[in-house]
């Protein structure tokens, strides 16, 4: 688990307790063979939904269990709040909030294992739903409870997630929750089930398939030996509505995950004293990239309400970023220079580097701050001419209009100038002329934010 992944997860997870209640999640984490046996005694779902109910403290008496037919896949990831619950592999039911009803689209029988994981997700769904909490209709905040409430043993042996998805988000902060917990998720979240149940060898990880077990039982050493987590339920303390002073002062705790979370909310309407700069110049310039990364992100959020947050000594310091050894951090300072209207003669030289990279994030950090500018040097020019060539010739489109939109703002006759460069090549040339005919001049916001 990278620490920006991580965090997220116990954020999530904090924010899972706040709304259902702490001790729910220091609950008994439940066997396999339980969980089979409860089943077995009278073989019927609704003994499952109520057994959940009770190791929960939640009355399930207004939830029906019905058969339906196997729904079709979703396209948009599913949900547990009133749609299908569907990923790269999926549950074969779903729970309705609307008449708090779990449809299964198969008999219990033909799968076990599945058939009562379904049931299992749609009392902890019902749960939340009962409690108002706003994420119940992504599976993968359902899955955290399940697992944090010591009801995941049989959903940690069923593989729902075939791939892990990518995403340029480098702070993998701004995404909506994935379709169901992938496997270095679920790992990392049986850690924590453990360590906060203050296990040190929990019995029931024998029972974790392979795959699972082995990054289980690292996190959990890691856990035990530092204590780094956002999320501690056995302290019971309600961390999400602290006030900014609060904020400020976890962003200076020596822990990963809090520094994190903590710069996630940092805020300013006021120009910061010299003991705040101070503190997000030492986050900038921490070893970590996922404190870094954050930290950039704290200071663009902020200066869109301050713009004097970005004083002489922070736009310095991005800078210096743009040559920093991580991509990612590379990537992300460049677009925060660019958003702030702070790019300097250096930081452009280096924009046009960029741009002759393989990786997809550093291309579009340097053609977004390019196409910040209302000229650009030969070179620059020529730099995005390459670049565009080779896009077209395989085929991906993901930049077109961001390079077209770059060429309108800084040729005279852009038109001409394509026609030269596709001159051997019609079929790139008709696209690339499409895409020129079609596109706005400015796609990126000019100037500093505002």
């Known amino acids: 688990m990278s620490d920006s992944a991580k965090s997220r997860l116990e954020f999530c997870l904090q924010q899972i307790a706040e709304c259902i209640g702490f001790d729910r999640f220091t609950l008994p984490v439940l066997s396999r063979e339980t969980l089979f046996q409860v089943y077995e005694a009278e073989r019927t779902p609704q003994q499952v939904v109520a057994f959940v109910g009770k190791h929960l403290g939640h009355d399930v008496e207004g939830i029906q269990v019905r058969f339906g037919l196997p729904q079709a896949p979703s396209t948009g990831g599913g949900c547990c709040g009133g749609g299908s619950c569907s990923g790269p592999s999926e549950l074969p039911g779903r729970y309705d909030a609307t008449n708090r009803s779990i449809t299964l689209d198969q008999q219990i029988d033909n799968d076990p294992a599945l058939g009562i994981a379904t049931l299992i997700h749609g009392v902890v769904c019902d749960l939340l739903s009962q409690n108002n909490f706003a994420g119940a209709h992504f599976p993968e905040l359902v899955e955290l409870a399940v697992v944090g409430t010591g009801l995941g043993m049989i959903r940690n042996s069923i593989s729902l997630v075939a791939k892990h998805p990518t995403s340029w988000d480098s702070t993998q902060w701004e995404l909506s929750p994935r379709p169901f917990l992938d496997g270095p998720s679920l790992a990392y979240t049986n850690a924590i089930a453990a360590w906060v149940r203050q296990e040190s060898t929990p019995a029931w990880a024998k029972e974790l398939p392979g795959d699972l077990k082995r990054p289980m039982q690292k996190s959990l050493k890691f856990l035990l030996k530092t204590n780094d987590c956002f999320f501690q339920p056995r302290l019971k303390q309600t961390l999400l509505s602290q006030t900014q002073s609060e904020w400020w002062q976890l962003a200076a705790s020596p822990t990963t995950s809090n520094q994190v979370i903590a710069l996630r909310h940092l805020q300013s309407s006021v120009m910061p004293d010299d003991e705040q700069e101070s503190l997000i110049l030492d986050k900038l310039r921490s070893p970590s990239a996922a404190i870094t990364l954050n930290a950039i992100a704290a200071v663009e959020r902020m200066a869109a309400q301050e713009p004097s947050i970005a004083g002489e000594a922070i736009v310095t310091e991005l800078r210096t970023l743009t ?128």
Request: with cysteine; glycine share 4%; hydrophobic share 40%.
């Open 323 to 450: 040559d920093h050894r991580d991509d990612e951090v590379r990537a992300k300072s460049m677009c925060a220079l660019a958003g702030l209207g702070a790019l300097d003669e250096a930081t452009v030289e280096t924009a046009t580097d960029m741009l002759d990279d393989h990786q997809k994030h550093l291309v579009f950090a340097g053609l977004f701050a390019l196409c910040t500018r209302d000229s650009v040097s030969e070179e620059a020019v020529q730099a995005v001419d390459r670049c565009f060539v080779r896009l077209l010739r395989a085929c991906d489109y993901d930049f077109a209009d961001l390079i077209a939109a770059g060429y309108r703002r800084w040729l005279t006759d852009p038109e001409s100038h394509l026609q030269d460069l596709f001159q051997n090549s019609p079929e790139h040339l008709t696209i690339a002329l499409e895409t020129l005919e079609n596109v706005p001049q400015r796609l990126v916001p000019l100037g500093r934010i505002a």
